[in-house]
């Protein structure tokens, strides 16, 4: 499919985008410029423009003389950055107990059953879908651009190790539970509960993470 001129290399951006979140481009992977040129049937200049974009998210690196390439969260990453998350995701859900109408609850609650069905099915790519969607709503609750605008930057880069927590032992259950009970100081209005609630979800977030690489590191052990 052909891409629209209009803001072109914005368009590149987030296919490219797409496909890292998803795995077709791998963290680690060369990004060959002509191949994704004739993939996407568009011109170099665009598409190192996207790459540009990219790498000042954090989502690519370009390293000199040799390219650009996905890029890889490292174990400093992801501890540098969950507790920074924590703190400003729990703070939208403290804006968000104390800005919810019922209307707005009552849309948390269509997403929280779904999320709620997919945990029992386990179906651990639509679940982390649902997921990520209850997270973008609270953030739009909080109505607070500039924690929307930093969290965002963030996310992106977690995003890349985030679903996999969800494979841990038990975890796609205990992550529900989080879930169900950040909501549940959103219904009754309680921030502080909520700001608590959610300051866990990503504190265990990442230590389901820890937990996984732990386990990787003793399989391949001699």
């Not at 890029?71 to 859900?93: H, K, M, S, Y």
Request: hydrophobic share 45%; aromatic share 4%.
């Amino acid at each position: 499919m052909r891409l629209v001129a209009n803001s072109l290399h914005d368009e590149v951006a987030q296919r490219l985008r797409e496909r890292i979140f998803s795995g077709d481009l791998r963290p680690g992977s060369f990004l060959d410029e002509p191949v994704l040129a004739e993939q996407l049937q568009i011109s170099r200049t665009p598409l190192r423009e996207a790459l540009k974009v990219l790498t000042a998210e954090g989502l690519v690196r370009h390293e000199p003389r040799r390219g650009c390439f996905v890029n890889e969260v490292t174990e400093q990453d992801l501890d540098d950055i969950f507790p920074v998350l924590a703190l400003l995701e729990g703070r939208c859900a403290f804006e968000a107990a104390l800005n919810a109408s019922d209307a707005d609850l009552q849309a948390l609650q269509v997403l929280h059953d779904k999320l709620e069905r997919h945990a029992r099915a386990r179906r651990i790519n639509d679940y982390y879908a649902a997921n990520y969607a209850i997270h973008e709503a609270i953030i739009t609750l909080a109505d607070n651009r500039w924690l929307a605008q930093v969290i965002g930057d963030l996310r992106k880069m977690v995003r890349l190790a985030r679903l996999r927590q969800l494979h841990a032992p038990g975890r796609l259950d205990e992550s529900l539970g989080e879930h169900l009970a950040v909501f549940a100081a959103l219904r009754a209005r309680d921030a502080a509960g909520a700001e608590a609630a959610m300051r866990v979800h990503l504190t265990r977030q990442r230590e389901a993470l820890r937990e996984l690489g732990r386990n990787r590191l003793a399989k391949v052990a001699p």
